[in-house]
């Protein structure tokens, strides 16, 4: 079976440029994630390299399938200069490790949560995955391997976070984008919830 890392890092590298700094995390039992670096004008992006290694199991199955299922990597948009954001590196890191340590799929709408701020002085510890194929396309890969989707992560603060699981993602996305709301904005505060 092909590595599919070098040709996500490729295609990470076509959308978005050269990556201008990397990190690597490795935690106990689980296989290194990176977190590569990509400054664009005032945007400075963040994309994991790592969780798309093997595909996302779901955790009912009783043996993981080590070919199909599918597959992703974590991407995060923010505002250059404005917040410590390169702080980011590990919790990103602990998302992209969150299917081997807790066997969960990662998929559009889901929340996932760090708890602890994203960086120093944020106001979110959890985001909103978004909808793949708006910055990075998706990457095809040689059947009978699944895709790997690139998922935006947008971040939400305690009270989103919380309005969320009530209304549902479809219900935030509505109330942020009615609301003008930067979500690249790493001091933004909460979008009127009322």
């Known amino acids: 079976m092909a590595d599919v890392l070098p040709l996500v890092e490729a295609r990470l590298s076509t959308a978005l440029g050269e990556p201008d700094a990397r990190a690597a ?43 199909k299922g599918p597959r992703a990597e974590l991407v995060l948009s923010v505002r250059a200069g404005l917040a410590d954001t390169d702080k980011v590196l590990r919790p990103l890191a602990v998302l992209a490790a969150t299917p081997q340590v807790e066997g969960l799929v990662v998929t559009p ?27 990075v396309e998706d990457l095809e890969l040689d059947a009978p ?42 001091a933004r505060g909460s979008v009127p919830l009322d």
């Open 25 to 67: 995390v490795t935690f106990l039992g689980t296989d290194r994630i990176e977190v590569l670096r990509f400054q664009e004008g005032d945007v400075v992006r963040y994309a994991t390299l790592g969780m798309s290694r093997q595909p996302m199991a779901d955790p009912t199955a009783v043996l993981a399938d080590p070919v």
């Open 109 to 135: 709408g889901a929340s996932l949560d760090v708890g602890e701020p994203l960086w120093p002085g944020a106001g979110f510890t959890s985001v909103l995955v978004g909808e793949p194929g708006g910055l």
């Open 145 to 186: 391997m699944d895709p790997v989707r690139f998922l935006p992560l947008l971040p939400m603060t305690p009270n989103e976070a919380a309005w969320k699981r009530v209304h549902g993602a479809q219900a935030l996305q509505e109330r942020w984008l009615a609301n003008g709301t930067d979500l690249r904005d790493p």
